[in-house]
């Protein structure tokens, strides 16, 4: 099922690319994050994860609780990403 995701978003991003007024590509980023991590991926949730980040992702209270995440949460990119997501919220407030 998230392999199947992931192909469908997949093929979205390249229809969509990443219009930052849609706000698809953080959306897509972020979720293909988990269903990475979801599926033991690691390297691949977290290179999805720094693109959420570097899009502008901030909801760093929903990063911190998501079960999908448990997997990455003690890597240390996942820490590094935190970080950079904090900075996002600091600078602009939760979205």
Partial sequence: ???QAIKTFGEAERLLKDDPKSGWGLARAYNSGCMHSLLGKKQEAMASLRKAARLGFRDIEHLRNDPD???VRAEQEYLEIVATIEQNAAGAGAR
Wanted: glycine content about 0%.
């Fill in 1 to 3: 099922m998230h392999e």
């Fill in 69 to 71: 995440l448990e997997s």
